[in-house]
């Protein structure tokens, strides 16, 4: 690596520290920082953080060596601190905090197993990590050893996967699946890979930033063995890519394991396109693809760090043709109530009438497209692929393909039948459409040909 902007930190009190206990990772854990009398020694506190520190129910913290090295002592406003060291503001309690925002648990139909989307799940295989982020999605079970999964819970997300053919693909997280004993991270691993149906595997994972030590060739040899694998890591800031960060993500790119980030949006940390852009181009040097950057959950202890949603459009307007494509993350609000991730953008798209479109772009150019006017989609729908449909989950994208009308709230035909009487006007053929589906489709689109 050439022309390196990075350079490998160390607090001062961890400068006696030999390299060979540094650079190893059980060092690492078993010397975490979480008291007071630590952290004093390692990085004097604000009273808003020793307060935090002494409340009762804090959420857990504990922060790696190595990572809170990559905090300025002089700043109490560092933005790595403001992720990692409680303050006082975390128990403040705000309107719409909710424990579980996401509704996770509601959509797990065995302990540790969140089958949201049709053709994915997310598997919780640990609640333990190598540091605490303070907005942690899942501060609910994260942190918390006793939460842990067991084996027989281990079992039962096995036996739905196996009987639940339409999942292809499998994201574990936690937690951190990179904490778990190698052994049995290799165990869940292979234990997948025995499922067919499973096309690929996600490992979502902050280890490469909080404890880059961890990612030891043995390890990528284990991994390297379950491919195809991918790989999330999670990044906020510039000032988290270090030279053993790059070294970690050029240790597992190596091993074919392609890497995306997905950041949170923080106020006081990365709330500025600056920064963003700055962390985004340092990705890609690092061979990380920008994946999401999420607008901060509704999750207790949060509440400051949280930022407008127009924050994010602004940073996206912001990224989007200012710079390289492959650094553009896309912005995500995982909605509350477990409505899923919802991306939100600027609007590029102006205006359109039945043969054009007006659109802008990132330097406010506006200009037309002119759509094609003899237009039939016939090639594309004959394709039948290995789709393995779910009934009940076509969206708005089955509206488009005339599988359905429309989408009702539940209880919107009790409601609007207002309790009233069956009378003579009431025929309920009235409101069946005379003519949808793919079938009459293409027998309008044969006669027409
Ligand atoms: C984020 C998430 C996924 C993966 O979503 P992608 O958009 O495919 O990255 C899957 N399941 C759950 C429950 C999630 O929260």
């Given amino acids: 690596m050439s022309n390196t902007p990075f350079t490998s930190k160390r607090a001062p009190y961890y400068a006696d520290v030999p390299d060979e206990k540094w650079n190893n990772w059980r060092w690492q854990l078993s010397n975490r920082i979480n008291t007071v009398d630590e952290f004093e020694a390692v990085l004097p506190l604000t009273a808003s953080e020793r307060k ?6 804090l959420f857990r913290v504990d922060i790696t060596p190595y990572f809170i090295s990559l905090i300025d002592p002089d700043d109490p406003h560092d933005p790595i601190r403001r992720q990692v060291v409680p303050t006082a503001a975390e128990l403040v309690p705000f309107t719409a905090m909710m424990e579980d925002s996401l509704a996770e648990d509601r959509h797990s139909p065995v302990p540790g197993l969140v089958h949201r989307y049709p053709d994915r799940v997310l598997m919780l295989v640990t609640t333990q990590c190598a540091s605490y982020c303070r907005y ?11 939460a842990t999964f067991s084996r027989a819970e281990f079992e039962m997300q096995l036996e739905y996967l196996r009987r639940t053919p339409q999942v292809r693909d499998v994201l574990l997280s936690g937690g951190d699946p990179l904490v778990l004993a190698p052994k049995i991270l290799e165990e869940i691993l292979s234990r997948l890979r025995e499922i067919p149906h499973i096309e690929i595997v996600r490992i979502g994972s902050r280890v490469p930033v909080f404890l880059p030590m961890r990612v030891t060739d043995e390890l990528t040899a284990m991994l390297q063995k379950y491919h195809p694998l991918w790989m999330n890591i999670h990044v906020n800031h510039p000032n988290e890519i270090s030279l053993e960060l790059a070294q970690a993500t050029d240790r597992l790119t190596r091993a074919g394991i392609p890497l995306g980030n997905q950041a949170v949006l923080l106020a006081g940390v990365n709330d500025n396109v600056d920064i963003q ?13 920008p994946y999401y950057l999420y607008q901060c959950d509704l999750v207790e202890g949060a509440g400051h760090l949280r930022t407008p949603v127009g924050k994010g459009i602004e940073i996206m307007e912001g990224l989007r043709g200012h710079t390289s494509g492959y650094a553009v993350h896309q912005y995500i609000i995982d909605a509350p109530g477990g409505g899923g991730k919802i991306p939100v953008s600027p609007n590029y798209l102006l205006s359109y009438s039945d043969h054009k479109v007006v659109l802008r772009n990132y330097e406010g150019f506006i200009t037309t497209y002119e759509e094609p006017e003899d237009y039939h989609p016939r090639d594309a729908a004959k394709f039948k692929g290995t789709k393995r449909p779910e009934p009940g989950q076509s969206g708005v994208h089955g509206l488009l393909a005339g599988e359905e009308m429309f989408i009702k709230p539940q209880n919107f035909d009790e409601l609007h039948d207002r309790g009233g009487i069956q009378h003579r006007l009431k025929d309920a053929r009235k409101w069946v459409p005379l003519g949808i589906g793919s079938g009459e489709k293409e027998d309008q689109e044969q006669s027409a040909s």
Avoid at 52 to 57: F, G, M
Avoid at 277 to 289: K, N, S, Y
Wanted: charged share 25%; net charge positive; with cysteine.
């Fill in 136 to 146: 942690c999605t899942r501060s609910r079970i994260v942190g918390d050893p006793s």
């Fill in 277 to 289: 852009r700055e962390l985004v181009q340092q990705l890609v040097r690092i061979r990380v693809r």
């Fill in 52 to 57: 935090a520190l002494s409340a009762s129910n």
